[in-house]
């Protein structure tokens, strides 16, 4: 799994333990809701504050 993060604009460099953190915890939590299908391929997730 690759994830990238990017705050105000500016890609933040990842671990690869960082990595599997973030994206088996939004694995986990999409995966959970109806209407996500199990054999995804992309996710995208914007926050704003």
Same mark, same amino acid.
Not at 8 to 19: P, S
Not at 29 to 49: F, H, N, T
């Given at each position: 799994?690759?994830?990238?993060?990017?705050?105000?604009?500016?890609?933040?460099?990842?671990? %690869?333990?960082?990595?599997?953190? *973030?994206?088996?915890?939004?694995?986990?939590?999409?995966?959970?809701?109806?209407?996500?299908?199990? %054999?995804?391929?992309?996710?995208? *997730?914007?926050?704003?504050?």
């Amino acid at each position: 799994m690759r994830i990238k993060l990017e705050v105000d604009g500016k890609d933040i460099d990842l671990n %690869d333990f960082t990595q599997e953190i *973030i994206g088996n915890v939004s694995a986990a939590m999409a995966g959970s809701l109806r209407g996500v299908e199990p %054999d995804w391929k992309e996710m995208e *997730i914007r926050i704003k504050k």
